[in-house]
């Protein structure tokens, strides 16, 4: 009776990073390679590096750039466009660097005025036709009724704690009252999320959506 004699060769192969393991045997007979018939994760730990957001990396090159402030961009765009700011925002465009400011004017209209954020000029300015927002004029009213703070007030607030104010916004989404919805970067580099009573403009960390619980205090 013919034996069949059956030769393994192990072999080991350290996969860097994964750690895999991978044993492949030899058939003699047929001379043919069988299927791995094993294998092994290697339960060496894996370094973890904590990586800024792109997004939030971008914020901090933004406000560092910006020599013009929020409030001073609100100002300059108030002497274009005269009424009540409703919205702040620094961001990289076609011109370059800019402040785009939201302006419920005293026509009854919205302003959209855009400012080069290094010297406050004015770049362009537009008015939006009806049912270019989803809030309405006589919305945006009701909400700015009886606020004792406005926007340039609610991003000097912010800024006294939090750094460069890149963002401020008259906000109402699941509230029972509007807020002033502010986003701030401070010098470590760090992105931060407030909101400004618009009566008492009491500073708060804005509970953010992974983690409830990431509130360092109040500012009074």
Do not use: C, F
Request: proline share 4%; aromatic share 2%.
């Amino acid at each position: 009776m013919k034996r069949n004699i059956v030769i393994a060769t192990v072999a080991a192969a350290a996969i860097v990073g994964g750690g895999a393991v991978t044993a492949v045997a030899l058939g003699g007979d047929s001379g043919q390679v069988s299927s791995p018939s094993a294998s092994a994760t290697s339960s060496a730990p894996r370094s973890s590096v904590s990586v800024p957001d792109d997004d939030v990396r971008e914020d901090a090159r933004e406000a560092k750039a910006a020599t013009v402030s929020a409030p001073e961009a609100a100002a300059a765009a108030l002497k274009a466009a005269p009424g009540a700011v409703t919205g702040i925002d620094l961001d990289q465009d076609r011109p370059g660097l800019v402040w785009e400011v939201d302006v419920l004017g005293k026509d009854n209209k919205w302003h959209e005025v855009t400012l080069d954020a290094g010297n406050a000029k004015v770049l362009n300015q537009h008015v939006e036709h009806e049912g270019d927002d989803d809030h309405g004029v006589d919305h945006a009213r009701a909400e700015l009724k009886g606020t004792t703070v406005d926007a340039t007030t609610a991003a000097r607030k912010a800024a006294g704690r939090y750094g460069t104010v890149t963002s401020v916004d008259l906000d109402d989404d699941h509230r029972s009252s509007a807020v002033w919805e502010v986003e701030t970067v401070s010098k470590d580099g760090k992105e931060h999320k407030l909101t400004v009573d618009p009566k008492t403009a009491k500073v708060a960390v804005a509970p953010r959506d992974s983690d409830d619980n990431d509130n360092d205090g109040q500012d009074d």
